[in-house]
């Protein structure tokens, strides 16, 4: 892992992927998405992911690299899925 707040970054890139699937009006019809990054949202909050500073998550566990490349694969699971879902999303007219 590099010294750059990894999980942050991450975290980032997942809100980035939720707003972008929100846009596609397909996709924000109901409630679902939305619930669902309401809890990714309370998830980043109470840890401070996507912080930088001395309270974040990343500095919190960086003397436990394998706990944050076990995050960050997780994080990147979540983004593939919103891909795949924006990918979805725009192949469907409303």
């Known amino acids: ?3 750059k ?3 942050s970054r991450k975290v980032k890139e997942c809100k980035a992927r939720f707003n972008a699937c929100l846009d596609i009006p397909s996709l924000s019809q109901n409630d679902w ?4 990054f309401a809890v990714f949202n309370w ?10 500073d001395s ?5 919190r566990l960086s003397l436990r690299p394998d706990v944050i490349d076990e995050i960050v694969n ?4 979540l983004m593939h899925a919103l891909s795949e879902c ?7 007219v409303v």
């Not at 309270?55 to 500095?59: C, I």
């Not at 924006?86 to 469907?92: L, T, V």
């Open 33 to 36: 998405l939305e619930e669902k």
């Open 74 to 77: 997780l994080l990147e699971g």
């Open 43 to 52: 998830w980043t909050a109470a840890l401070n992911a996507d912080k930088t």
């Open 1 to 3: 892992m590099d010294s």
């Open 86 to 92: 924006e990918d979805i999303g725009k192949s469907y």
């Open 5 to 7: 707040p990894c999980l």
């Open 55 to 59: 309270s974040s998550l990343d500095y």
